[in-house]
Nanobody
């Protein structure tokens, strides 16, 4: 079965950086075929899309992280990354990686219901 395991979360001060990783296993096909995404959920808020990357490895970003976060993959290692720079307290949340074999349009990649596989999450806390 598919497993997605996030790591790299932690506590940092505003302006700092973190790099999240998501190790994937159990895919029926090579990882490059999958549409991958990072989502986050803060207490009392809905899960929101942060960034995604398609099977051509073209990225999409939420407006509030564009220019600060970078999504990437190492398909040979079956690993998804999220480099987060210039972190703000508003970025504090549980971060989840997600995957789906179906490709997404640029207008709806952030719909969490459209992803088949999810990790358990890694906590990111940014203090001011």
């Amino acid at each position: 079965q598919v497993q997605l395991v996030e790591s790299g979360g932690g506590s940092v001060q505003a302006g700092g950086s973190l790099r999240l990783s998501c190790a994937a296993s159990g895919f029926a096909y090579d990882m490059w075929r999958y549409y991958m995404g990072w989502f986050r959920q803060a207490p009392g808020k809905e899960r929101e899309g942060v960034a995604s990357i398609d099977n051509m490895r073209n990225p999409n970003y939420a407006p509030n992280v564009k220019g600060r976060f970078t999504i990437s993959t190492d398909d040979a290692k079956n690993t998804l990354y999220l480099q987060m720079d210039s972190l703000e307290p508003e970025d504090s949340a549980m971060y989840y990686c997600a995957a789906d074999l179906r490709q997404k349009d640029r207008d709806d990649w952030y719909q969490a219901d459209d992803y088949s596989y999810w990790g358990q999450g890694t906590q990111v806390t940014v203090s001011s």
